[in-house]
């Protein structure tokens, strides 16, 4: 079926050549327009904005409560306290913290002295200045509970696709089922299991051998204290699940303590990799036919051990906000309506914020590519991908007002997060720190205005710091604040004040481009699919009864090139009372802007501004 916006798309091709103003004609109409969302899966579109598809006049708090970032590492020669004072002078309010599991000592009655060290000291900075701790349970495969390592020598050979070895010295501290070989895991799996001693020292593999092995070859083996996660009812299914909740409980004995429990809890950490733990068949080749649910759904064994982990939280912290991090990379594999009892939000990590060339995304799906535009290039932008139709899961389907509406659980709002998102200047070919920064501060300004107006309550930019000054750290190479996160300071400054404020209310807006209609891709000369109106990001606020901010820019796709400013009239209805003030602010460069003020009449505000590829801001103040 050809739905009304794809026809209209259609007709405006072709009449393009011979209809230019005609065509401006065509695209006026109201800046929000349900039918960019109208697309079933599994198809896909370039020329869709699911983003315009709502609207919504956000409280100016959620901006500034749900601005988070991911502790990684602390810089060295700086108190974790004194880098908390930076975050917080640059407007961060969250901050996530792994406590994993394989940090426990093996004797379960606490983390291993440099973990309890390390976590204390960040959670201590956490509660001197004020920064909401989200602790990450997690089990990687690579360590994913308390373990015993040891090195064993092969008393013989073994070649490739065997199943059989022997260590000299025979089997003492080794045990079918809990025992693996980390020096044999391959392609982000595991090591095998060994999955039986037999009666000459020999042990059995769950896996083949991957190479060759000569007798005299040094192994690390790995003890586990309990096997990886088996079907719901088994005995070892159990005895894993007790031993979880044991280490959860750690993780409150060791936060509650010193934040208290106002604080959050993201269970799991990107199924993605690492992640063999949750399913013992994925140690295995080829994997077991156990005939056990999905290990993600009601009766899974992943979906049961999240269900006792929400009810010991709630137990110990019943202010305590629970998220499913599950879905960091999977978004839809478990419906929000089959989530355990006591979750009440989910996370993402979409990421996609190097270049992803759009040839290579429609490979292999062109037949689900709905009016088959392809632009040239390759999109590269800070808000990720997720809120676009390059693929048919976005995020969008989930965001959506409607949407969020419907996901109530037990009488209260369910909650989206980001918490995970960032890009690395090295990814993009940026090559010296200054530009580095600069793009920094452009991804700081674009995407957490972005999508904490558009229905996320927090994002996590991953990371704090990174030695590297090309890669993720959002610090300098020496530790400290820079450009970057001051241009996120004076962005938060403009939200000063912001009161506790319901919403969303209804707000009417149109978006014209002064100059006339230019095109957006490379690939449609004429913007007929897409134009540089069609990615004008308007994102307002609401601090109080009388003052909004309304940030503003061209969403562009060649980040973090600088877009020239383009002078825009944005027409707004549904404000309220009659206009006192308009005032327009760049916070990447701390200047203002100028503004002109087409209409103030009360019912309606028409402003004209430049805009350019990373936020300003039209603040304006009700009489």
Known sequence: MVSRLDRRRSLQLAAAALLGPVLDAARAGPYVDPAQADLPEPRFSFARQPWRSYLEVVPARTFLDGLGIVWSQSPPGRSDAAVAADLVAAGFRRLRLEVPWGALRWDEGG?????????????????????RPLLLLNAHHGAPCPMRLSDRTLADGAARGSRRLRFRGGTPGIAAGVTTIPSL???????????????????????????????????????????????????????????????????????MPIVGADLDVEMWNELSFGSDFLDVGAYYDPAPASGAPDVLRPGGAAWELAR??????????????????????????TPIAALPPGFDGQSYHPYGTGPRCYTRIVAGHERDNVGGFVPTGCAVQPEG??????????LVRLLRP??????RRGGTDFHHF?????????????????????????FLLRAPLFWLNKGLAGLYVYADYDPDALSFGVLSAAGAAGPALAALARLVARFAGASAMPGPRPLGATVRRVA???????????????????????????LDARRFVIGAYVMTEDFPADLAPQVYELSLDGLGRGTAAVRGYDPLDGQGISVEVRVADGARLAVRLPLTDTPRLLEVTLA
Request: net charge neutral.
């Open 418 to 442: 980001f918490t995970e998102h960032g890009f690395s200047p090295r990814e993009l070919g940026i090559r010296d720190a200054a530009t580095a920064e600069r793009a920094r501060a452009k």
């Open 402 to 407: 409607e949407a969020r509406a419907a996901q």
């Open 111 to 131: 983390f291993e002295t440099d973990a309890a060290t390390r976590a204390s000291s960040v959670l201590r900075a956490c509660a001197a200045y004020g920064l």
């Open 308 to 333: 006792r982990t929400a009810e010991r939280v709630r137990a110990r912290a019943p202010t305590a906000g629970l998220i499913w991090g599950f879905s960091n990379t999977t978004f839809f594999h």
């Open 385 to 394: 991908w997720a809120h676009t139709y390059q693929q048919t899961e976005t």
């Open 516 to 542: 006339g209609p230019a095109p957006f891709y490379a690939g449609d000369p004429q913007g007929v699919f897409v134009s540089q109106e069609d990615r004008v990001a308007l994102l307002p606020f609401q």
């Open 185 to 255: 895991a391959v392609a982000g799996h595991a090591g095998p299991l060994v999955t039986a001693i037999d009666a000459d020292g020999s042990v059995q593999l769950s896996r083949p051998v991957p190479r060759d092995l000569e007798g005299g070859a040094v192994l690390r083996v790995a003890r586990l204290a309990y096997p990886p996660l088996h079907p719901v009812g088994s005995d070892d299914f159990e005895r894993t699940a007790a031993g979880w909740l044991r280490y959860v409980e750690r993780v409150l004995d060791l936060g």
